[in-house]
């Protein structure tokens, strides 16, 4: 009987990709989004508040909570839980609310 999600559904994945956090090499798999890619590799924060510096990741996983906000590809305050991963993407720690290129 089979119990792996990809033979019920009779799908057939396309090749892994890679994307980068913070400068390491993250596996991707088609589909996934870059939250579900980071948790994947075992990346659990990917973002720090504006008050304390305290670590955020994906928390609703639906794109209501904003925990999971990141920089990819430099633009700042994407929700990694809706953002699929695309080949070569580059995602980096978003710190407070992503707008230090605007600070004085």
Known sequence: MARNPVELAGATPGPSFEI????????????QSIAAALWSAGI?????TRVNGRPRGAFCGIGSCFDCLATVNGAPNQRACLVPARPGDLVTTQEGHGRADLAV
Request: charged share 20%; aromatic share 6%; hydrophobic share 45%.
């Open 44 to 48: 659990l924060a990917w973002r720090t």
């Open 20 to 31: 980068t956090m913070d400068g390491r090499a993250v596996p991707v798999l088609p589909g």
